[in-house]
């Protein structure tokens, strides 16, 4: 069975996706307080993230390291309607793309956004390091969840 990376399409697919999706966060009313600009990197950063947790290269580790994503979420305190909001958009950038023909795809996409969402959420509020999730490392996602 192929890795999720290899099923999506690899880096030229997700980063189609990962521009679709930063399209709809910066337009949306419900998460515009955390998307407030266009950055050049952000959506690199994203495919690179969603590449390396579908089993593709380790671009994300290797250029950024997680720290870099606790960082980015921390103190921005999303809201529960933010972290719905977030995954919800993810998952039609997806759908747009044609992506979703496999039902076990879709679901393994899902799980991948509310889990990373939750974890950005959590991250977003935690006043001290022992507040943060405790994952250090970018998830390893398979067709049958984090691995």
Known sequence: MPSLYEHAGGDEALHRVEEAFYDKVLADPVL???F???RPTHVDHLTWFTAESFGGPHRFT????FDY???????LEITDEQRERFAQL???AFEEAG???DPAFRAAVRAHAEFGAQVAQQN???KSDDELHPIREVPH???DGED
């Open 62 to 65: 290797r250029n950024l390291g």
């Open 124 to 126: 977003s509020h935690a």
């Open 99 to 101: 992506l979703f023909d």
């Open 141 to 143: 996602w398979t067709w």
């Open 90 to 92: 993810y998952l039609e």
């Open 36 to 38: 407030t600009e266009r």
């Open 32 to 34: 515009k307080t955390q």
């Open 69 to 75: 994503i606790i960082a980015v979420h921390r103190g």
